[in-house]
């Protein structure tokens, strides 16, 4: 049995839903993470924007919440939505100074 404006109402809380979940920009720019430390909680949304000229690799190095986001070339954006608590570094492969932290709980 079909259930009038059920899909309507549903695409609703998923929307408001959604809405309510946290998200984090960190943009890249100057050879760096324009963010030293991001704290957020489980679920929530990391997402890191490249403004900078040059491409940059965002890799986490951490047991247990290793990770290799890729290449992220200028204009582009990777995206991490961490499903445990815990605190990890984020690097770029390429540029040995750049670095920052994430703590999620």
Request: proline share 5%; glycine share 10%.
């Amino acid at each position: 049995m079909r259930i009038p404006g059920y899909a309507t109402a549903a695409a609703v809380l998923f929307a408001a839903a959604s809405a309510f979940a946290g998200e984090h920009v960190v943009s890249i720019d100057a050879r760096a993470y324009q963010a030293e430390h991001v704290t957020m909680l489980v679920g929530e949304t990391i997402r890191f924007v490249n403004d900078d000229t040059e491409g940059h690799a965002v890799f986490v190095p951490n047991a247990g919440h290793a990770l290799n986001l890729g290449n992220v070339d200028p204009g582009e954006e990777s995206v991490f939505v961490p499903q445990k608590p815990g605190a990890f570094d984020v690097e770029c492969v390429y540029h040995g100074g750049m670095h920052m932290t994430v703590e999620v709980k």
